[in-house]
């Protein structure tokens, strides 16, 4: 398959990406938020939970892993890489080493782990990943982002993609807003546009064929402390408007990331985009927290009930699908929860 075949199918019309690469730390404060011990057997127990549901097949183009998660073996036999192709998704793996503090901004981050990755890509390759992802993370407040983060991240994003794509896999390009403070709307949409068109000037500097990308931003939406609420529409057609401005027509496909909205907010927002999207976009969801926190919630409560766990999971993967095409209401998603 070639690398735009890739993002499309990762893409495709009706499925997203289930983001479960969640760093050792990063699921410890998930396991943490329901008491589960953060220990190996239970990562995994959880995870093929996921990745054995039945949503999987219709809904789930692509998983995106942690290394720890690529390199296990299911309790039933193949690796999980294999099980997620089995389903017909595509295997993903983050390489990103983390956001550190940035010298000479120390309160903002830049985002690490060039070092040594054609050597860790030809790994994963061979492990059975098809696509990876790198995180760029910027902070809005009076002072930032900085022009440092911006461009010194878009620099190491441009350089991952560029090495990811000699090795013949689809880099998703992740350059997240926070949606941290008390900044509205419109400030959201000036610093992502700054964000977004800093990205592809790199990207084009360093020769990254667009077309074998997948790009995965921040909605266009209010700081979570902003008072000045925003309703969906809204949210919808400031996103649309700022993606269909910076972002270049050959990039195949979008896949947002949920950042701290609730389940049903970042299934809404997403939908409102879908129903009113006229790009050539695949536009659709990476989601981590929108698709798994009822099912962890679940986990928390029994480890064992593997039915409630994944009936949870299959019901939001199935609303995000929905929304992937703009049919996504308020009313089916009361009527596939009873
Ligand atoms: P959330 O959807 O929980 O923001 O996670 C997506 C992700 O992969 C962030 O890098």
Redesign the pocket.
Known sequence: MTLNEIAKKMCAKGKGIL?A??STGTIAKRFKSINVENIEKNRLYFRQTLFNSSAMKDFIGGV?LFDETIRQKTTSGPSIPELISKHGAVPGI?VDKGAKPLAGSSDETVTEGLDGLRERLKEYYDLGARFT?W?AVYKISDKFPSAQSIKSNAHALARYAALVQEAKMVPIV?P?VLMDGSHNIDKCYQVTTNVLNECYNELEIHKVDLSGTVL?PNMVIPGAECKDKSNAEEIAKKTLECLKKNVPGDVPGIA??????SEIE?SKNLNEINKINDSNFLIT????????ASALREFGKNQENTENIQKAFNHRAKMNGLSSKGEWSEELEKEFAA
């Open positions: 983001a690469d969640e995106i983050k992802k995180r992740e997240e995965k947002f990331l949920s950042g701290g909205q970042s969801f990476s989601y981590g927290r929108g698709l798994q």
